[in-house]
């Protein structure tokens, strides 16, 4: 079930942290920008009353881009990620949501729905864009 998460707890922060580089400063600022920027929204996926996925956008208007998205590792391949996406793009009635990811998590954006291109390369790594359009309510 979706929630928007109006706090980050250390669950939500946890979930989130799983996508972002492992520099502990760097996650620190990262996270600390969710609760300031306005744009910045989070919103999880909820089992028994548990966050079980989360995902950190940047919201503009009618467009999203997702941040971070992150699931328990007990509950990965379950559709949760997706089902949180799907969610998200239907409650904040978006038309487009958008992501850049590498080759570890380009087939998940594939599955979920989106269309994938190449971007340009960073760090010597293979990047996607991923992009979802979606229709108006």
């Known amino acids: 079930m979706l929630q928007p998460a109006f706090s ?24 600390k920008t969710y609760q300031t920027d306005p744009a910045r929204r989070i919103f999880t996926w909820n089992i028994c009353g548990e966050p079980v996925s989360a995902v950190g956008l940047a919201v503009n208007k009618m467009e999203a881009e997702i941040l971070h ?9 379950r559709g949760y990620g997706r089902d949180l996406l ?42 996607f864009w991923c992009e979802m359009k979606l229709t108006s309510p």
């Open 69 to 77: 998205i992150g699931t328990s590792p007990e509950q990965t391949a």
């Open 8 to 31: 980050l707890t250390p669950n939500v922060a946890a979930l989130l942290t799983r996508a972002m580089f492992p520099d502990p400063e760097r996650t620190v600022l990262t996270l």
């Open 86 to 127: 799907h969610a998200v793009a239907d409650h904040l009635q978006l038309q487009k949501l958008v992501a850049e990811t590498d080759d570890e998590s380009v087939g998940f954006y594939r599955r979920s729905g989106f269309q994938v291109s190449e971007a340009p390369a960073r760090g010597g790594q293979r990047r």
